[in-house]
């Protein structure tokens, strides 16, 4: 079974910066499909960011320019850098793994974190 472990999450105040990471038990994390969703309290989970095994990335409108997603396959590990954060990206963040593609639909992905709460102060 593949696990998912996401760290970084945290209070900052608007215009701030936060880093989350998220490891992967498999051995072969280099092939898997990776990527970022958030949810707010009452409401859907939304598509931040995904990465191709190869490296490809993309991202939603809302965060594009101010976030940035990576991996490094020597750690078993995908980031999200998260600057210029806004009170509305306040949510838990959920990392999230696929065997196929990256995709921006939850329902596409395998495997799932348990999320880390990012709240942004005005």
């Known amino acids: 079974q593949v696990q998912l472990v996401e760290s970084g999450g945290g209070l900052v105040q608007a215009g701030g910066s936060l880093r989350l990471s998220c490891v992967v038990s498999?051995?072969?994390?280099?092939?898997?499909?990776m990527g970022w969703f958030r949810q707010a309290p009452g409401k859907e989970r939304d598509f931040v960011s995904a990465?191709?095994?190869?490296?490809?990335?993309s991202y939603a409108e809302s965060v594009r320019g101010r976030f940035t997603i990576s991996r490094d396959n020597a750690k078993n590990t995908v980031y999200l850098q998260m600057n210029s954060l806004k009170p509305e990206d306040t949510a838990v963040y959920y990392c999230?793994?696929?065997?196929?593609?990256?995709?921006?639909?939850?329902?596409?992905?395998?495997?799932w974190g348990q999320g880390t709460q990012v709240t942004v102060s005005s």
């Open positions: 999230a793994a696929a065997w196929l593609r990256p995709a921006v639909r939850p329902y596409e992905y395998n495997y």
């Open positions: 990465i191709s095994s190869s490296g490809s990335t």
């Open positions: 498999e051995r072969i994390f280099s092939s898997l499909a």
